[in-house]
């Protein structure tokens, strides 16, 4: 059993930049696809990035390539999203998600694939 706790969510102006974390408890993160949904207002819940011991981090949306970076740290047993050039259309809340033994290549990280959710952390991109 994983738990998944965001943090680093906020305001942030557009142009700006911002750092999600997302720490997990209860197993190492060896076993599992891990990565990044967000949900804006009104909308579907979208997957936007993973990373797993064998696969190199992805982010899946066009729109976010060149701007965020997904990334894991075995030590502090975390991963991050390091988000830049932040447009008021990336507000959203973000949730931590994990897949045991899962892929992130096709359609293995799916939304219907995941196993644990954090709560959310949201991220108001405004002036």
């Known amino acids: 059993q994983l738990t998944l706790v965001e943090s680093g969510g906020g305001l942030v102006q557009p142009g700006g930049s911002a750092r999600l974390s997302c720490l997990v408890y209860?197993?190492?993160?060896?076993?599992?696809?891990i990565g990044w949904f967000r949900q804006a207002p009104g909308k579907n819940r979208e997957k936007i990035s993973c990373?797993?011991?064998?696969?190199?981090?992805?982010i899946y949306l066009d729109a976010l390539k060149g701007r965020f970076t997904i990334s894991k740290d075995n030590a502090k047993n975390a991963i991050h999203l390091q988000m830049n050039s932040l447009d008021p259309d990336d507000t959203a809340t973000y949730y931590c998600a994990a897949r045991f033994e899962g892929s992130c290549l096709g359609n293995g990280f799916d939304l219907t694939r995941v196993d644990y959710w954090g709560k959310g952390a949201l991220v108001t991109v405004s002036t």
């Open positions: 209860g197993n190492t993160l060896d076993s599992y696809a």
């Open positions: 990373i797993s011991e064998s696969e190199r981090g992805i």
